[in-house]
């Protein structure tokens, strides 16, 4: 029987591996077996986590998450959770290769995967045109023509980020004004190779077998017209990951998981959830890591409550 | 077992005209979900190696096969029979996910 076992790798993961590992309980972390370190993976430059006045790579930071969770006894295993019980005292969790854990506590670190626009085709063009991930997927457009859509801090970096590879990015965003941060906006409206398309959404995706390029609709005017690309890449924002448990504990009218108050206590006792899959506003590396600190305090407390 | 890395020069010895099914993962040092596929790739190739060869091409090294094979996303993973590519898979997966994917080629 374990003490604490949480789910997920990212900064809210590893952060509640550090302090539960520190207060002794030997934590197992259950990182996935493809994307453990979660979505800062997939980012280059972090430039706004605290104690790095020169940044530095997401990868690079979350293997320094890692690294710190283990040196105080964080069992890290890449594996998946594909099913877990968590209604009983006892907490139990299985794995995708087979394995089942027992545990005390739980905690829910499983963040949040990125929104589809929810069009036709878009998973059969995924990898063949269509990318959620420009630093993956940014070299195959050398000096081609692609767009991104979006308009928070994740879109501006990836349209900033691609005009390394492609001749020209369209930026296109449904309203006339853009949610990212005021630095990341400027620097991708200054770049010389992005053109924002205001006022629009992509309501077509075009071409057999690979990306053509889209349909685009106005939203102000209704009309529509087509734009030819060589690559799409989508950052219209996140959705909480909550599949695995949302029959099991309680979630808010926007699918989150509930918490209570400030606290990282979920509906269910013992079992405890942290960073952006309760998180529908801030979600940012070091809110995650705070919230991750005091879910791991949390189960702590509760521990020492059960002796 | 460590996947072989294949080049252009090498890639019709090694790929197009070996009699077992080949499995090609085009990837790249910068890539991290690549980085995560990779030893399930090995694990895969240490089990079920007698009929799925698995070999790896740097697309960064060679530009001209990833086009050739129209790559715009990686990890990409292609498997080829007969020279032909008769399977693709895009994108990192859990290992059961893969072994499924595979399944006629490695049952």
């Not at chain 1, 934590?27 to 430039?47: D, F, H, N, R, Y």
């Not at chain 1, 006045?53 to 690294?67: I, S, T, Y």
Request: hydrophobic share 40%.
């Amino acid at each position: 029987m374990r003490e604490v076992i949480i789910i997920g790798s990212g900064p809210a993961g590893y952060t509640a591996g550090i302090y539960a590992a520190r207060a002794g309980l030997k934590p197992l972390l259950i990182a996935s077996s493809v994307e453990a370190g979660g979505e800062l993976m997939k980012t280059t430059e972090v430039e706004n986590y605290p104690g790095f006045p020169n940044g530095l790579q997401g990868p690079e930071l979350m293997d320094a998450f890692r690294a710190q969770a283990e040196r105080f006894g964080t069992e890290v295993l890449l594996d998946d959770v594909v099913e877990v019980d968590l209604k009983n005292q006892t907490k139990i969790v299985k794995t995708g290769n087979g394995k089942t854990f027992e545990s005390k506590t739980v905690i829910l670190a499983t963040g949040a995967a990125y929104r589809e626009l929810g069009l036709p085709r878009e998973k059969e063009l995924s990898g063949y045109g269509i990318s959620w991930c420009a630093t993956c997927d940014g070299f195959f457009f050398r000096e081609k023509v692609i767009a991104v859509v979006g308009g928070g801090d994740s879109a501006m970096e990836e349209a900033t980020f691609l005009t390394r590879f492609a001749s020209k990015v369209y930026l296109i965003h449904r309203r006339d004004s853009f949610k990212a941060s005021k630095i990341m906006q400027e620097r991708a409206l200054a770049n010389p190779k992005i053109e924002v398309v205001w006022n629009t959404e992509v309501i077509e995706l075009l071409g057999e077998g690979k990306l053509s390029g889209v349909t685009l609709r106005n939203t102000v005017d209704g009309t529509t017209k087509n734009l030819d690309l060589d690559g799409l890449f989508i950052a219209i924002g996140n959705d909480p990951r909550v599949w695995l448990v949302e029959d099991q504990v309680e979630l808010t009218s926007e699918k989150f998981i509930k918490v209570d108050g400030r606290s990282s206590k979920t509906s269910l006792p013992g079992v405890f959830a942290a960073g952006d899959v309760i998180d529908p506003t801030y979600r940012q590396a070091i809110t995650a890591a705070g919230s991750g600190c005091v879910a791991a305090l949390d189960a702590e407390h509760y521990l020492t409550d059960l002796e | 077992m460590s996947a072989k890395h294949v080049t252009t020069s090498s890639f019709q010895a090694d790929v197009l005209s070996s009699a077992k099914p080949v499995l090609v993962d085009f990837w790249a040092e910068w890539c991290g979900p690549c980085r995560m596929v990779s030893p399930i790739l090995d694990e895969i190739s240490s089990e079920y190696g007698e009929k799925l060869t698995i070999v790896k091409v740097n697309v960064d090294e060679e530009p001209t096969l990833a086009q050739q094979y129209g790559i715009t996303s990686i990890p990409a993973l292609h498997v080829f029979q007969n020279g032909q590519v008769v399977k693709q898979i895009v994108g990192a997966k859990p290992k059961p996910s893969l072994l499924a994917d595979l399944n006629e080629f490695i049952n």
